[in-house]
């Protein structure tokens, strides 16, 4: 159990023995020896970029081809909110052009779902595939740029992150690709959706996943 979760089960704990002691139904004195472990300010809570760092880090100059491919990997993670492994597992038909839509698998939920093409990332998805993505087999999206080409993994997806976020100064505890999907949710939280809108957005499988970015914003 987390020790969040487990401070309020605690707290909970010794509500209930305190109204039985004020009931004569155990001694009073068992709820003083109920302790609860110590929350610091956003200990266990997830952390993310300012939504104005992610704006920095999608207007960054693509000064060579693994700048276009990463500028749409970026866009996908902040703008969608979307999993490494789902935009590592993107293919060339999950691009709806005429239909302006983008379709995603959600493995945890095996379930797909469909979301507006933005038009700047519909732009940038674009601009690779024209300019950088190499002409080959693959059916997936995303690919590596030098021989063997290959499909990019997850981990790959991570390490894009990580290194443009160095780039541009933006320190974190944790720089994996997953920060930026926390940014999403916290933009969308700032910006009046609800917190079943945010979960249907992000594909979360139950409210307790995105009950975590409120408890952030409380914080």
């Known amino acids: 159990m987390l020790k ?20 004569s139904w155990c ?3 068992i709820a003083d020896v109920i302790e609860s472990p110590r ?19 999608l207007n960054e100059e693509r000064n060579c081809p693994a ?11 902040a703008i969608y ?5 789902e935009v590592a597992g993107l293919q060339l038909d999950d691009i709806d052009w005429v239909g302006e839509k983008i379709r995603i698998s959600r493995p945890k939920q095996r379930k797909v779902q469909y979301y507006p093409l933005v038009m700047d990332i519909g732009e940038s998805i674009l601009l690779y595939l024209r300019e950088v993505r190499p002409r080959c087999s693959h059916r997936e999206l995303f690919l590596s740029l030098a021989a063997p080409i ?9 390490a894009i992150v990580r290194s443009r976020l160095r ?6 505890t944790r720089q994996g690709a ?3 999907r926390h940014s999403c949710a916290r933009h969308l939280l700032d910006s009046g959706f609800s917190l079943k809108e945010i979960g249907d957005h992000l594909g979360h499988r139950s409210v307790s996943s995105t009950l975590k970015l409120h408890q952030n914003r409380c914080f």
């Not at 969040?4 to 009931?23: D, I, L």
């Not at 909110?81 to 492994?85: N, Q």
């Not at 780039?167 to 974190?172: D, S, V």
Request: proline share 7%; net charge positive.
């Open 27 to 29: 001694d009073p004195k």
């Open 81 to 85: 909110g979307f999993r490494r492994a």
């Open 39 to 57: 929350i610091y300010t956003r200990e266990g809570l997830p952390e993310g970029p300012a939504w104005e760092d992610v704006k920095r880090l």
């Open 150 to 158: 290959r499909p990019l993994s997850p981990h790959s997806i991570t």
């Open 167 to 172: 780039a541009i100064g933006i320190n974190l």
């Open 67 to 77: 700048d276009v491919r990463n500028n749409a990997i970026l866009m996908l993670l």
């Open 178 to 180: 997953h920060c930026l």
């Open 4 to 23: 969040n979760q487990f401070f309020f089960q605690t707290k909970k704990a010794e509500k209930r023995v305190r109204y039985a002691g004020g009931q």
